[in-house]
T-cell receptor, first 114, second 112 residues
């Protein structure tokens, strides 16, 4: 059974550009969430989706957005990139939505902003 | 708000030593608790979890018990191996949401 797949794995962008990251959850999983990992701030929650609806959003500026499609795939977008957006972006999926569910992570997308 | 505090690292041990990584949490209600492990260059892997007080999660020789009275979920392993070298994250999800709140991570290095 394939795990959570994220694309691209590595990318370099210039300040001011925008970026879109993609995530394919484990087959049959309907909940997708995103996290940002940086050396300084650690792992921080961005947003989570279930049945194409955003259920929670973390404390990030409006430049960070996401969506979930009817096939449960998800994308996140960061506009007007800043140097501080350089991070590992992790997507995770779970079968359903709710506290205590086992959440499976992908290997992440490494974003470098120069 | 909810928070997780892990013992500061890095932690360096010799092979076959006993491991404890402390984790305490602050949360309202009855959160679920998790330990994740991250190997170099990879994403997070769930190591174990516990969803109610006094539950013990276990996997690959690692154990952690959900202690509500001390708001703790310490990770233990009786005999570590070089392959256990990684960063370990304690996390919680509260009773009203699924999102995870992570501790700062503890880097573990096991020397042969």
């Amino acid at each position: 059974k394939a795990g959570v797949t994220q694309t691209p794995r590595y990318l370099i962008k210039t300040r001011g550009q925008q970026v879109t990251l993609s995530c394919s959850p484990i087959s049959g999983h309907r909940s997708v969430s995103w996290y940002q990992q940086t050396p300084g701030q650690g792992l921080q929650f961005l947003f989570e989706y279930f049945s194409e609806t955003q259920r929670n959003k973390g404390n990030f500026p409006g430049r960070f957005s996401g969506r979930q499609f009817s096939n449960s795939r998800s994308e996140m977008n960061v506009s007007t990139l800043e140097l501080g957006d350089s991070a590992l972006y992790l997507c995770a999926s779970s079968l359903v939505f709710g506290s205590g569910n086992t959440i499976y992570f992908g290997e992440g997308s490494w974003l470098t902003v120069v | 708000g909810n928070s997780v505090t892990q013992m500061e690292g890095p932690v360096t041990l010799s092979e076959e030593a006993f491991l404890t990584i402390n984790c305490t949490y602050t949360a309202t209600g009855y959160p679920s608790l998790f330990w994740y492990v991250q190997y170099p260059g990879e994403g997070l892997q769930l190591l174990l979890k516990a969803t109610k007080a006094d539950d013990k999660g276990s996997n690959k020789g690692f154990e952690a018990t959900y202690r509500k009275e001390t708001t703790s979920f310490h990770l233990e392993k009786g005999s570590v191996q070089v392959s256990d070298s990684a960063v370990y994250f304690c996390a919680l999800s509260d009773s009203s949401a699924q999102k995870l709140v992570f501790g700062q991570g503890t880097r573990l290095t096991i020397n042969p």
